[in-house]
């Protein structure tokens, strides 16, 4: 079986199939992260497709020992959100009701799962921008704390202190304050 | 040196995350142990609130074909391609390209992913066809029928999910579950809501006049007029309840089925994560009961008691309860009567 570095290698010397295991790999991740940052269910799945596009465009460019491949498409899919809020200039907050969640059908289940995702974008919004990159890339897109580090440029220890003071936040936001935490 | 409590924290939430217990992980750091227990219940509750956020699997597999059309545009054009300048050419040549390949490609990726787990990179197109073959159903019964089948094919995803220690994968597919789960019960509903616009049988007309206690005339005029009327139901109908029949028990099956590998997949997962499947065992239990509660329950013994309060009386005001066997009741071909024509119960109060 081929390791992830020989896949990226292949994919960057243009073999389409090892593009595609990367995509198929890293897809529903970059479209969590992007969906938590502008909560439209029809912009996350223009900017995603879009991500994945400028990704192909650039693979040729790749270089594994600068960067691994999943902080490599995060970084992409970073710039692209900055890039698409600056576009629309005053931030077009999605309503509560386009708030997208697999579930649909019931509306007492809906209402209850949007109810807390939008929660969830509520309390990560009032973190300081650091800590809310950290959790949304470690709890949301489930990147390691290594990929995380590199995506974000930060040494591992200043990920995981963020990472920690982050959900102490979360916490607190959520839940409001017990025991001091 | 002594660790300091944001690597603790990490070291127990990638442990949590390969299936150790919050409370073995938390015995490792006993120094940090409460604020250790808050921080991973918090950490964790994150991402559940976060799970049901997922591309749509059909929006995943045009997406898919999209990316396939941009790759064989890209590897034809000899001009460096910007995405920026999406202009109508481009996006004509990409959607022609797009349909080529989804031509060529659908019939083997749609046969290689009926197989496909959620931790395989087909598994989305497996839910894209699900969700074709779903919406390509016309009857509600029949779409039950097929949610009960994926509910059963997610059942076992999970304990294959968990037998792999893949905990995300397992949340991820329990959301899943729980809503076709949702829409076993939404089909069979909506199924009900157009079997009880069926019209009844005459002999409710006479139940209600009998019930009221009032045998005049006028009633007993339509006792005899319903009788008369009453036709033998037809082979066609039987037909129908047969099947209709055939296809609970089905749905029962497969969801008693799902139950049990559900169960048995419980111990497989992480502590953290044993309210989800049980939450989905429940709901599960909740949709098979209701099929039970209908089969068990033919309409011809109930047709008698459904609207007698406790003390044997009769609530007029509450119309007859229906579901999907009280077409056992009907002749389809005697369209007279029924919970809203002309004979119901409510007109005949009314006369």
Known sequence: MLSEEQIVRRAVNGDREAFTYIYNLHFDKVYRYIYIKVRSQIEAEDLTQEVFIKAYEGIRNYRWKELPITAWLFRIAHNHVIDYIRKISKEKRADLSEADAISGGDPVYMTEQNFEIYELKNALEKLPDAQREVATLRFISELSISEVALTLGKSEGTVKALQFNAIASLRKLLYGKINGY | ?351
Not at chain 2, 56 to 85: C, D, H, I, T
Not at chain 2, 171 to 178: D, G, K, P, Q, R
Not at chain 2, 252 to 260: C, E, F, G, P, V
Not at chain 2, 264 to 279: G, L, T, Y
Request: proline share 5%; net charge positive; aromatic share 6%.
């Open chain 2, 1 to 351: 040196m002594a660790i300091k409590i944001e690597d603790a924290f990490n070291d127990c939430f990638e442990r949590m995350m390969s299936g150790e217990s919050l409370e073995s992980c938390i015995s490792r750091y006993p120094q940090y142990a409460s604020e250790l227990d808050l921080m991973l219940r918090t950490s964790f509750d994150v991402k559940r609130r976060a799970y049901p956020i997922q591309p749509r699997p059909e929006f995943k597999y045009w997406a898919g074909v999209r990316m396939q059309g941009v790759q064989n545009y890209l590897q034809k054009s000899p001009l460096p391609y910007k995405s920026s300048s999406y202009n109508l050419k481009r996006n004509l040549a990409i959607t022609l390209a797009a349909m080529l390949v989804f031509i060529i490609a659908t019939t083997t990726t749609v046969a290689a992913s009926s197989d496909a787990m959620p931790d395989d990179p087909l598994y989305g197109v497996k839910l894209a066809v699900e969700q074709i073959q779903v919406a390509l159903t016309p009857n509600e019964m029949d779409k039950a029928e097929i949610y009960a089948k994926l509910t059963e094919k997610r059942a076992i995803e999970i304990a294959t999910m968990a037998d792999k220690g893949k905990t995300d994968k397992v949340m991820a597919t329990t959301e899943i579950m729980n809503y076709q789960l949702q829409q076993i019960e939404q089909n069979l509903a909506k199924y009900e809501t157009a079997a009880s616009t069926i019209p009844a049988p005459a002999r409710w007309s006479t139940i209600s006049d009998n019930q009221s206690g009032k045998t005049s005339d006028k009633a007993e005029a339509t006792i005899k007029i319903t009788e008369t009327n009453k036709q033998p139901i037809t082979q066609e109908s039987q037909r129908n309840i047969a099947s209709i029949n055939k296809a609970k028990d089905s749905i029962n099956t497969r969801t008693t089925k799902s139950i049990t590998i559900l169960e048995n997949a419980m111990n497989k997962v992480p502590e953290s994560i044993k309210s989800n499947i049980n939450e989905t065992i429940d709901r599960a239990k909740t949709t098979s009961k209701h099929l039970i509660r209908d089969i068990s329950n033919p309409p011809d013994n109930r047709s008698t008691t459904d609207n007698k309060t406790d003390n044997g009386t009769t609530n007029l005001h509450e119309k007859p309860k229906l579901n999907t066997l009280d077409i056992n009741r009907y002749d389809n071909n005697d369209k007279r009567s029924g919970p809203n024509g002309p004979d119901d119960k409510d007109n005949i109060k009314k006369r």
